[in-house]
């Protein structure tokens, strides 16, 4: 077994040269080459400003390369809690943006040729216990009420047709979205955004941003410094304290996946015969899907920690899988990894600003649509091609018991357990 995630052992991607004199001046300076980052620039480009993305890592070294790459409509927090809320205007406004957070993505997937196996086969969410089937049906009926959405439920008999599984008891379908190939994806959109004119800086961490008394911002990166007009901050998960009271903001949540050796295609066609994505309804749930290679993976977060060793996420991932499909008793796990989710107190992603600098985060296990579009909407507000985003509506709280280090996450962690256990 590989301790390193299957989409980059599958596709490390190109490196991005350094460029050999960074440019003194530049309209708009990001942090984090991930979806996020890249979506942004991609947008600053196209729309005249002068841009560069700056990375500590290799571009989309974070979650951006080692997500489930699933593509689904939807926020962490249901649409009848957005409304309670927030309204019904805002509360439709987040759930439509989450919508079109998926059209985001296909569009640039086919407007900028992106070769990221993307499938729209929908998704199915699981429900676990009878009792979850019963919420599904109400939300269901909610959504078509209030929204006009349509999600199809689907009682025990009938999930047989879309699940080679027995183990749960109905299921949500949505039709909208798919699945991706998440490192394909991030380098497709980094290319794009080079295309476009984004100077894309590999190893390059950003240590400090300052306040000129010109009013731009000077960037310090290893002995170099650039000046900015503007700054946007896209690390979410990976959120330090560059920007002052930006890490209270978010707070990072492991997620951990195993994918299976290669399936014999009779087996692939039993397990998902119509190229769905799958996620279940509990507090830690499980996400799983065939790849393009037609390997199960599967991902989860029993443990809120970034700290799981891999060898034992491993062992309780496998214990979930076969829980889930017996059938793949006799097939290897060949690769175990984990990457950071960027969560929020609200459960909801964020545009605000701390000072002068602007940031962009809290996708809370939704990135690959929410990110990407989130990080175009930023970009847009920047440039007054929109003057307002519902993400940018409302500031992500903060909690005093909260500064720098999560210490209350196991205590989470034991309460959501303790939730699955029993409702």
């Known amino acids: 077994m590989k301790a390193v995630p299957f989409w980059i052992d599958d596709y490390p991607g190109p490196t991005f040269p350094r460029s050999p004199e960074l440019p003194r001046r530049l309209d708009v300076a990001v942090v984090g080459g991930g979806y996020t980052g890249l979506s942004a620039a991609l947008a600053l480009a196209r729309g005249g400003a002068s841009v560069a993305v700056f990375e500590r890592g290799r571009i989309g070294s974070g979650a951006s390369s080692v997500n489930g790459g699933q593509l689904c409509p939807g926020l962490k927090k249901a649409p009848a809690e957005l409304f309670t809320r927030y309204g019904e205007d805002l509360g439709r406004r987040l759930w439509w943006a989450s919508v079109e957070a998926v059209g985001t993505v296909e569009e640039l997937i086919a407007a900028e040729g992106i070769d990221c196996g993307y499938r729209g086969g929908g998704s199915l969410s699981l429900a676990f216990r009878?009792?979850?089937?019963?919420?599904?049906?109400?939300?269901?009926?909610?959504?078509?009420?209030?929204?006009?959405?349509?999600?199809?439920?689907?009682?025990?008999?009938?999930?047989?047709?879309?699940?080679?599984s027995d183990v749960f008891y109905g299921a949500l379908r949505d039709s909208r979205g798919g699945g991706l190939h998440p490192s394909r994806y991030v380098f497709g959109l980094a290319r794009a955004a080079a295309e476009a004119g984004a100077l894309l800086v590999e190893d390059a961490g950003v240590t400090a941003i300052d306040e000129k008394a010109t009013g731009s911002l000077r960037l310090k990166i290893g002995r170099l410094t650039v000046e900015a007009e503007e700054v946007l901050v896209a690390t979410n998960g990976y959120t330090g304290d560059l920007v002052p009271g930006l890490r209270r903001r978010v707070l990072p949540i492991g997620s951990y996946m195993i994918a299976t050796e290669p399936l014999p295609a009779e087996l692939q066609r039993q397990l998902d015969p119509h190229g769905r994505m799958f996620f279940d309804t509990r507090w830690f749930l499980n996400y799983f899907r065939m790849t393009p290679d037609g390997r199960m993976a599967l991902g989860g977060r029993n443990d809120l920690s970034t700290k799981v060793p891999l060898e034992r996420s491993a062992v309780n991932l496998r214990d979930a899988l076969l829980h889930i499909f017996p059938q793949l008793a006799d097939f290897r796990i060949t690769h175990s990894w984990t990457g950071r989710l960027g969560f929020t107190f609200d459960l909801l992603p964020h545009i605000g600003r701390l000072g002068r600098i602007r940031y962009a985060l809290g996708f809370c296990g939704h990135g690959v649509g929410l990110a990407t579009h989130v990080g175009r909407e930023a970009a847009r507000l920047m440039l007054g091609q929109i003057t307002s985003s519902p993400f940018a509506e409302i500031a992500p709280p903060i909690r005093f018991f909260y500064r720098k280090r999560p210490w209350f996450l196991p205590l989470a962690g034991a309460y959501y357990r303790v939730l699955d256990r029993f409702r």
């Open 130 to 164: 009878p009792s979850h089937y019963e919420r599904q049906m109400r939300a269901a009926e909610w959504l078509q009420r209030e929204l006009d959405y349509d999600k199809e439920p689907l009682d025990r008999h009938r999930l047989r047709e879309e699940i080679g």
